[in-house]
Structures are given as structure tokens and as C-alpha cells.
């Protein structure tokens, strides 16, 4: 217990990052824009307004939940986020689909596509580096296994 509050709070925040959050972004991100792709909602991609070359890529989804109470009548709130491409790799743009009620609005924002795409190649570096590699085996290549053997037969390390 040397150790101030604040170091050890960095500590914990790192491994959670590194070990929880970032593994589930980097498989979570793509199995989200499968479902994207397998249960489209008509009524997001008629609000999108998609020409034939355009391609929604679902990144993010919220709410959807009723708002049932004796006082209120019965509200639906939710939002969809789509990265729409090839405009997600021109403009960074992000579509956001909001429901409520029956009303549906799209709001576009520029460059958020952009940090989108860098928060999930980021997190499958994270998990490519602290989940994955630590398993690899060192040597998988004949050659790099012949380099070691020669090398030790010929009197020691090079």
C-alpha cells in the first residue's frame, strides 16, 4: 500500500481496458453490424434516404424501451447510429436514426465516423496485443527453428 490512490486507480482503469473493454468492442463492433445487416429496419433505412451505391453499417444502437406509465401514455424512444459508406470514409459522417414515438429524424454529424473507426481499430490493437499474441507460439516458421538450432550448434547465441 506504497502506492497513492491515483497510481493504483490507473492500474485498474488499464486492465480494464485492455482485458474487458476492448476485446468486447473489437468482436462486439462486427457482430452488432451483422445483426445490422440481418434485421434491417425498414423504417431507418427509408429515413436514411440510401441511394444504390450507399452501404449502412450499424455501430450503435440505444433506448427502444416504452415509457408505460399510469400518468403518461405510452412513449418509444430509441436511436440507431449507422457509419453510411462510402461517405464514412470520405466525410466521416455518422447517422443517427432517433424514434420517438412514431416521429423519425436523422441526425447527420461530420467526423464522428472517423473516431468511430479509429476507437475500434484501436481496440482490435489492444486485443490483438495484450489477448492474443501472449498465446502465439515464438517460433512458427521452419526457418526462424533452423536460424536457433544452427546457432547453437555452432557455440552459442548470435
Request: net charge positive; aromatic share 10%; glycine share 6%.
Amino acid at each position: 500500500m506504497d502506492k497513492p490512490w491515483h497510481e493504483s486507480l490507473g492500474v485498474i482503469i488499464w486492465a480494464i481496458t485492455r482485458f474487458i473493454w476492448a476485446p468486447f468492442m473489437a468482436f462486439g463492433a462486427p457482430l452488432l453490424a451483422v445483426y445490422g445487416a440481418l434485421h434491417a429496419n425498414e423504417a431507418d433505412m427509408h429515413a436514411l434516404q440510401l441511394r444504390s451505391t450507399q452501404v449502412p453499417l450499424l455501430v450503435g444502437t440505444a433506448g427502444d424501451d416504452k415509457d408505460c406509465s399510469k400518468y403518461t401514455p405510452c412513449t418509444s424512444i430509441g436511436q440507431r447510429t449507422y457509419l453510411v459508406f462510402p461517405e464514412a470514409l470520405f466525410r466521416g459522417e455518422l447517422a443517427a436514426v432517433n424514434h420517438k414515438d412514431d416521429i423519425v429524424t436523422v441526425d447527420r454529424r461530420p467526423f464522428l465516423g472517423y473516431l468511430v473507426i479509429a476507437v475500434w481499430v484501436a481496440c482490435v490493437a489492444l486485443t490483438w496485443r495484450y489477448c492474443v499474441r501472449p498465446w502465439l507460439p515464438t517460433s512458427r516458421t521452419p526457418l526462424e527453428r533452423s536460424r536457433a538450432a544452427s546457432s547453437m550448434s555452432q557455440g552459442g547465441e548470435r
